[in-house]
């Protein structure tokens, strides 16, 4: 057989991936109809595909690539591990300096005292180890009835069937049997889309209350944790009104429930700070992160817990773990990217440069006349296209149709943006500068009005 190079023909690669290749979250059947864009390499904040497109890539990979594409520092760490020492456990009563390393500096960015490390190898993996983990330490702490995990509708949490049992998805618990028992979903803070005519306000109060409503019906003593994305990502991009999170907090303190903060997404900078919650001021037991930890470089998630739950899943063998726990050359590359973070200030990137001149930017779409709202929390952010801005409108045709129309306009300009339903979302690398921003939003627009174009022709620019 011959070698499946970049230099071959585009359509030979797609052949050849439609034959073998099982894309997730796709119906593998169309796309082997249409063939696949194979993207061949990628720098900065651009990827190339294998027809010579440069592409903005406004995603980050999967809300991921953080510092950028084509990081020389990542791959002569990773080659240097891979000759010290390729791989090792740490399951029996050993350890190595990559796992050790990595621990400790996780330790010191995390907020409060969050100091304790449990590896994984990516986000779904650390999500399945919280669900064990908190009910382990109900367990050990004399109360085993504590063992439903509230979540909310609409949440991501990953793949996995404790994760995606954990997640609010429809689409994810309609296959398979999912979730799992003693997982609780209340409704997510999305005002555009579920707010009817409660001020913004009104309803980030009401939806926080559910969890207070969740709590009394259920009892306080079967419930163990409440999980949450800071900002819903994947979702949608939902940036709750202002009152929500404050009154999550006093529902949590008030009642005796750990608050799980799901970061994978919003940790390491997404949000203008090292984590979502020191943005948005909450105080977790836990935080799942994975993602931007190694700029996606390497696959590598965690989950890093209180002194207070390590202390007491330290009471018992926490029978858990898996092979690639800490795995030495990924947790040297997720180092490697900190350290880089911390060198090149990319949280001071964002904070005063990258996030105030895009959140200009990307609001000024609200005068494009399919944009209804545009939402921005630092790095992330979402339009909610409509044919009607101010009833807040959903479309006529099913949901998702027009954001796919966009997203599809949006590829065929060179950009990268993705669509929830008819919301479209970025979250390009962080180390993105003003001009390339500018490129990114112009391109935006281009598709936007080419949306609107094929809307009107196909007679979709009308209200449900
Ligand atoms: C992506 C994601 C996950 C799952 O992470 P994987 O590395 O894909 O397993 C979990 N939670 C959130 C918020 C995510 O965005």
Redo the contacts with the bound molecule.
């Keep these: 057989m011959t070698a499946i190079t970049n230099h071959m023909p585009t359509a030979e690669l797609q052949a050849l991936d439609a034959a073998h290749h099982m894309h997730p979250f796709t119906a593998n059947g169309d796309l082997a109809a249409r063939g696949a864009r194979v993207i061949t390499g990628a720098r900065g904040v651009f990827l190339t595909d294998s027809d010579g497109n440069w592409i903005l890539d406004g995603m980050a990979g999967?809300?991921?690539v953080n510092i950028g594409y084509g990081r020389d520092e990542l791959a002569e760490v990773a080659a240097r591990q891979m000759r010290e020492l390729p791989y090792y456990n740490t399951f029996f009563q050993t350890t190595h300096v990559p796992a050790i390393a990595l621990a400790e500096k996780l330790a010191e960015l995390a907020p409060g005292d969050l100091n304790h490390v449990f590896f994984?190898?990516?986000?779904?993996?650390?999500?399945d180890t919280n669900i064990r983990l908190v009910r382990t330490y109900w367990a050990e702490k004399g109360k085993p009835s504590k063992r439903i995990i509230i979540s909310r509708r609409n949440?991501?949490?990953?793949?996995?069937v404790g994760?995606a049992s954990l997640?609010g998805m429809a689409g994810m618990h309609a296959q398979g049997g999912l979730p799992i028992p003693d997982i609780h979903h209340i409704d997510q803070p999305d005002w555009w889309s579920e707010g009817g005519d409660l001020t913004p306000e009104e309803f980030g109060l009401e939806r926080a209350r559910q969890l207070e409503r969740a709590i009394e019906e259920l009892g306080e003593d079967n419930i163990a944790a409440f999980i949450a994305?800071p900002v819903?990502?994947?979702g949608g991009v939902i940036v709750a009104p202002d009152g929500y999170w404050p009154e999550i907090q006093r529902i949590c303190d008030e009642h005796e429930i750990l608050l799980i903060a799901?970061?994978?997404?919003?940790g390491f900078g997404r949000t203008g700070n090292w984590f979502g919650t020191q943005t948005l001021n909450l105080r977790p037991d836990i935080m799942?992160v994975?993602?931007g930890l190694s700029s996606g470089y390497q696959?590598i998630?965690a989950s890093i817990v209180s002194d207070e739950v390590a202390e007491v899943i330290g009471r018992t063998e926490f029978n858990h773990g898996y092979t690639y726990h800490g795995h030495p050359v990924a947790a040297a590359v997720a180092l490697k990217n900190l350290e880089i973070m911390e060198e090149e200030d990319v949280i001071g990137h964002v904070r005063d440069i990258a996030a105030p001149h895009l959140k200009e930017r990307w609001e000024a779409l609200t005068d494009h006349p399919l944009v209804g709202e545009a939402k921005i929390v630092g790095m992330m952010a979402s339009i909610a296209l409509t044919p009607d801005k101010k009833r807040r409108a959903a479309f006529v045709s099913e949901p998702g149709t027009v954001g796919l129309v966009c997203r599809e306009r949006c590829f065929a300009n060179n950009l990268v943006m993705r669509h929830v339903g008819d919301r479209m979302i970025i979250a390009p690398p962080l180390v993105i500068t003003p001009d390339e921003i500018d490129i990114l939003i112009d391109r935006a627009r281009v598709a936007l009005d080419e949306t609107l174009d094929e809307l009107k022709s196909r007679d979709l620019l009308r209200a449900a």
């Design positions: 999967l809300w991921c994984a190898s990516g986000g779904s993996e650390a999500n949440a991501y949490h990953g793949s996995t994760a997640g994305e819903q990502g994947a799901d970061e994978v997404i919003c799942t994975a993602k696959p998630g």
